[in-house]
């Protein structure tokens, strides 16, 4: 089995998770290719909560220029795990542009993780907007910290390999 991992992160929890997942993964047997799209142009890192532009692609849902998925190929995978930081209750905007991009041609079973910090249900939100785009979503789980969600992370990863 072969999956691949789609995600952007701008503070490192995103990445962190994945890292971990990658590593569980292969523990399984599965094959992981790990992509990290970015926007094209990279947010400034300074004062995050007051940059206008991360506002604006935000809550206007702008669909961004994306890099960092050249030579991924949905087919070539089993299924496909998308995880996104949440940015003012939304998926961040080069998620939310690839997950427009890709929206007819991820036909495998899909299932994303959002990283947030705060316990409101984010995961339903982007699970309605992924089977909206005609996305298999089989789940969507929500990560505010690494060390206290391993249980539910370990448990969705188990069921990946029985899709
Ligand atoms: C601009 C901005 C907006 C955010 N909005 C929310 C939010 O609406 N709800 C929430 O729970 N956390 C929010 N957060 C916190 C991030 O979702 C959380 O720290 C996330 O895990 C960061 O992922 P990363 O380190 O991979 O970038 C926000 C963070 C930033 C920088």
Not at 55 to 75: A, H, M, V
Not at 100 to 116: E, F, G, H, W
Request: proline content about 6%; some cysteine; aromatic content about 10%.
């Amino acid at each position: 089995m072969k999956i691949a991992v789609i995600y952007y992160s701008k503070t490192g929890k995103t990445k962190r998770l994945v890292e971990y997942i990658s590593h569980k993964l292969k523990d399984l047997g599965v094959k992981v290719d790990v992509f990290t799209v970015k926007p094209f142009r990279e947010y400034s890192s300074k004062l995050l909560h007051l940059n206008p532009r991360i506002l604006y692609e935000t809550l206007l849902s702008r669909n961004i220029s994306i890099k960092g998925d050249e030579g991924f190929e949905p087919e070539r995978y089993d299924a496909v795990i998308i995880a996104t930081p949440i940015w003012w209750g939304m998926e961040a905007p080069p998620i939310h542009s690839f997950i427009q991009k890709y929206a007819s041609l991820i036909k495998t079973p899909t299932y994303c993780i959002v990283t947030a910090d705060l316990p409101i249900d984010y995961a339903s939100k982007l699970l309605k907007i992924l089977k909206t785009q005609g996305y298999r979503v089989k789940e969507c789980i929500q990560v505010t910290e690494l060390e206290k969600d391993r249980g539910r992370i370990d448990a969705m990863l188990d069921r990946i390999p029985r899709t």
